[in-house]
């Protein structure tokens, strides 16, 4: 999978192409230090994803995005950033971003964000879920999503997702018995019986997309 780092920060870049470096399905072809460098570097790489930071000197990262994505619709777009609050997340999304990860992530994260939007699924960090959510929901409906944990979160998007509880129990180094745990915490959190339920109320509120 061929990937282009955009940030402003050199050491930025030099840091994510290291973290990168022993995953051997990604290969770095490229990096840009302005939204107007990775317009003229997609041309010529033609990469499956962009590692995108939100702010930066020229068009930004909001801007760029939606300038790629009408040059190559079919690229996929990681917002990568420092900021979790409302709207940066909603107007990257409404932009056609397929991810939004934090500077703050650990390698794995990056990594998994990296190959599951490749494979066109759409991938929010946890802290970001919950910003998202939390301000789709009104007071009432609110109270429970509130007092989820990050791992919790972390948890339901990957049910929500479709990950079988031996895949959620691997990627984040928990046993299945403390996966099956947090979920069965998180239907009493929110008031859901199933799977299916917990996954309607993700789609309800902008958590993942509607699936065919």
Same mark, same amino acid.
């Given at each position: ?18 973290? !990168? ?19 003229? !570097? ?12 939100? +702010? *930066?000197?020229? $068009?930004? %990262? ?6 790629? !994505? ?9 917002? !990568? ?11 990257? *999304?409404?932009?056609?971003? *397929? %991810? ?11 990594? %998994? ?10 991938? $929010?960090?946890?802290? $970001?879920?919950?910003?998202?959510? #939390? ?17 919790? $979160?972390?948890?339901?998007? *990957? ?38 339920? #917990? ?12 699936? +065919?």
């Amino acid at each position: 999978m061929k990937v282009i780092l955009v940030d402003d920060h050199q050491l930025v870049r030099s840091g994510i192409r290291r973290l !990168l470096d022993d995953a051997e399905d990604i290969d770095v072809v490229g990096e840009a230090a302005s939204g107007e460098d990775a317009l003229q !570097l997609v041309r010529e790489r033609q990469p499956d994803v962009v590692l995108m930071d939100v +702010s *930066m000197p020229g $068009i930004g %990262g909001l801007e760029a995005t939606r300038k790629l !994505l009408r040059i190559s619709p079919d690229l996929k777009i990681i917002a !990568l950033t420092i900021h979790v609050e409302e709207p940066y997340p909603s107007r990257l *999304m409404e932009a056609g971003a *397929m %991810g939004y990860i934090t500077k703050g992530c650990d390698e794995k994260e990056i990594v %998994g964000a990296i190959r599951s939007v490749g494979r066109g699924e759409r991938y $929010i960090g946890a802290e $970001i879920a919950r910003q998202m959510a #939390l301000a789709g929901f009104d007071g009432s409906r609110g109270k429970g999503l509130d007092k989820l944990s990050q791992r919790e $979160i972390q948890v339901m998007m *990957m049910v929500t997702q479709g990950y079988k509880m031996q895949e959620i129990s691997d990627t984040l180094c928990l046993s299945p018995k403390t996966v099956s745990t947090y979920r069965y915490r998180l239907y009493e959190k929110l008031g859901v019986d199933t799977d299916v339920e #917990l996954t309607h109320l993700a789609i309800r509120h902008g958590m993942i997309d509607q699936m +065919s």
